[in-house]
């Protein structure tokens, strides 16, 4: 399928780092308050699920073989709503403490999976200062449509978006040191993602005559960018509609 924007997903991102030094479940635990603690707010009555999702330790090994690395210990978090003015709403909330920014959602591939427990993944694509997103999507756009043309992928990937900073939202944009660009993928199990990150050989032979033509590569972009956060987790923990009731 042709990229296409997705008007009906309203999102924002957050990456929780470890500064503290936390373990996985440390950090979780810790995001998982934060987020009840938020979605108590009067404010967060628009927010209807939010996702978190955890690194994969099998996974990452797998993808590094890809020229992909990630920090192993993180918690991303999506965070859906009804529409933009509840997004707007949440976001210029001055108690609303957690950092995360509205972005727009670009759809690649987006297939049924048939599983009630795909497994997710995202490379984070840490932007800096003089960067746009808009210039680097434009740059991995032929790269990504020759990845999702493989056979391999086509048979074990259900979907593949990219999410980005929105311009047109009224909120507070990153602050520079938080501008990423986010490529995510989900797929029917676990396996999935490893029998492609496998297939990893034949994957970079596909892609070179595309990455020669545009002249970056996804190692390239890990010199470039610093390194790509590559993390999956069989299950994701949701949150409002599916875990606390939303306010109408």
């Known amino acids: 399928m042709a990229p296409s924007q997705d008007k ?24 998982e308050t934060l987020i009840e603690t938020t979605l108590d707010m009067p404010n ?17 090994r797998e993808a590094e073989q890809l020229g992909a690395t990630g920090d192993s210990v993180c918690v ?38 048939g599983s009630s427990s795909p497994a997710h993944a995202l490379m984070v694509i840490n932007l800096g200062e003089h960067d746009t997103s808009e210039s680097i999507h434009q740059q991995i756009k032929p790269l990504l449509n020759k990845f999702l043309e493989s056979s391999g992928v086509q048979e074990h990937l ?11 939202s009224q909120t507070p944009p990153p ?3 938080r501008n990423t660009l986010v490529i995510m993928m989900e797929a ?5 993602f490893t029998t492609i990150a496998r297939d990893g050989a034949a994957l970079t032979e596909q892609l070179k ?8 590569s996804w190692t390239q972009f890990a010199d470039k960018f610093g390194p790509l956060m590559f993390s999956a987790d069989g299950r994701i923990t949701k949150r409002g509609a599916d875990g606390i009731p939303t306010r109408e």
């Open 8 to 31: 009906s997903t309203v999102l924002a991102f957050e990456l929780h780092t470890n500064p503290l030094g936390l373990s996985q479940d440390e950090l979780l635990s810790q995001v």
């Open 44 to 60: 967060a009555y628009g927010v209807t699920r939010v996702d978190l999702i955890t690194p994969n330790d099998a996974i990452r």
């Open 76 to 113: 991303v978090s999506l965070w859906h709503f009804k529409g933009d003015d509840e997004r707007v709403t949440l976001l210029t909330d001055p108690k609303f403490n957690i950092g995360a920014f509205a972005v727009d959602v670009t759809n690649y591939l987006d297939k049924s999976s």
């Open 158 to 168: 259900t979907k593949c978006v990219v999410l980005e900073p929105s311009p047109q």
């Open 175 to 177: 602050p520079p040191e």
């Open 188 to 192: 029917r199990d676990t396996e999935s």
């Open 209 to 216: 005559p595309v990455s020669q033509e545009s002249g970056i």
